[in-house]
């Protein structure tokens, strides 16, 4: 399994188009590992994704590995770190509304997009 890190630093390095048709890859899920940030610690230590490192990192992915041009993201606000756990994000890409799911992994916040539809 090929594995994504989130880095905002990488949107300054220039992008190069796959030439892989984006047909083999319909099936792939890509996961991001949590950044620095990206978790906070909630009331009773609790513990919830920062809602826009998280959308920064998926939107990073969707970007970065099914080239997708987004416009718009929105994640749900306060998602607890829990394992397991699946949500969904809005994306506006290429002109057309859809969603992504994401599935957290780990308590340390890694977590995977899955190709959106």
């Known amino acids: 399994m090929v594995h994504y890190v ?11 188009r796959s030439t892989v ?3 083999l890859t319909a099936g792939a899920v890509a996961v991001a590992l949590a950044v620095t940030g990206l978790v906070a610690a909630g009331p009773f ?3 919830n994704f ?3 490192s998280l959308e920064q990192g998926v939107l990073a992915v969707v970007r970065d590995t099914y080239l997708l041009d ?3 993201i929105a994640c749900p606000r306060k998602v607890p770190v829990r394992p397991g756990l699946r949500f969904s994000c809005n994306i506006q890409a290429d002109g057309q509304a859809g969603s992504v799911t994401v599935r957290v992994l780990d308590d340390s916040g890694r977590y995977e997009v899955v190709r959106p539809v």
């Open 6 to 16: 989130a880095d905002p630093a990488r949107r300054s390095i220039p992008r190069r």
């Open 21 to 23: 048709p984006v047909a």
């Open 45 to 47: 230590g609790s513990r």
């Open 50 to 52: 920062e809602t826009a």
């Open 70 to 72: 987004v416009q718009r």
